[in-house]
């Protein structure tokens, strides 16, 4: 009888475990979120790998264009559906979201298609290739009470995020300026120009250390490999307080130099990107007003020391992409938001409208110069 009874509470034991483990399944289905990609061409290929890691993601679909590509990601993600024709994706109702990795001026189509369908949407930088194009977009999403994430990659990098701290702290004192350098030879491309391929990154970390936008921007560049796409660009941004930043972005150039330099009152610091390990480099360097009653004022250069801050790297792709996942599952605001990517895609167009007319200043409104980002 004991014996009997002691069988008893041992499967009855079992049946609880299992029972909670069930529960505990459960409770993790409901908490995944189902996606679809569409592009999985040079960049696209790593969304797919790194939504695919992620636990809380389901992968449903691949959509591209290309059979070797599809081939591709077969062979490399099994379970995934392959498709060519986006409507698939949009037909599927248990689809929560629709990451789009395709060329730059499908963005508007492709994002505009899944907020109508009832979609989450994480697309790639830049938004849109318009102003208008981005406004209906974020307007879309608020309506339909949807999550709209761009991926500015660079601010989800983790010596971005300690250049941010540094910033907010006074550990640089006054920011006076930013300079930025994204050059390399190639890739070069056939459906946008240098400033729209690159000034994204350099402009949306610009804005996430300042937290305003320029009140003018103005821009010049010049096609030397093809008619009408700009190979070479500098821009220039104007803010409040005297404030001021440069790009110089290129794919016809000698060097690879991905780096942003601000520069303080207290301290400067360059951001390099191509550097493996010391992505970071604090000069303790700056200029000091000294006054002299009977003499007048004068100036003291302080050279200090070099300090390169230990950074504990993520890949920022990960970050990003678990972010959104983060964001639809928990009804959070994303950090790149559409209206973030639509600051970015004003001061693009206003830089391409300045380029067009020889590097005449663009103003933006005064309203939103003084908006905080």
Known sequence: MVVAQAEVGRISGLLQEAIRARIRIDERTLMMLKAGIVGAGDWGKN??????????????????ADGNRRKAVSQLFPGVCLTSRFE????????????IASSAITHYEFAKAALEAGKHVYVEKPLALSVAHAEEMVALADSKNLKLMVGHLLV?????????????????????????????????RQDENALWSFAPHDISVILHLLGQLPVSVSARGESYLREGVEDVVFVNMKFRDRKMAQLQLSWLDPHKIRKITIVGSKKMVVFDDVESTEKLKIFDKGVSGVSYESYGDSLTLRFGDINIPHI????????????????????????????????VVRIIEAAEHSMKHDGEPVRLPESLAAERT
């Open 156 to 188: 989800y990098h983790p010596a971005v995020s300690h250049l941010r701290k540094m910033v907010e702290s006074g550990e640089l004192g006054e920011v006076f300026y930013i300079y930025s350098q994204r050059v390399n030879l190639g890739k070069i």
């Open 88 to 99: 698939d994706i949009l037909a599927d109702a248990s689809v929560q979201a629709v990451i």
């Open 312 to 343: 504990n790297m993520t890949e920022p792709l990960r970050a990003e992409c678990q972010h959104f996942v983060d964001c639809v599952l928990h009804d959070k605001q994303p950090m790149t938001g559409g209206n973030d990517g639509l600051r």
């Open 47 to 64: 969304l797919v790998r790194v939504f695919y890691q992620i636990r809380d993601v389901e992968l449903a679909y691949c959509c591209d």
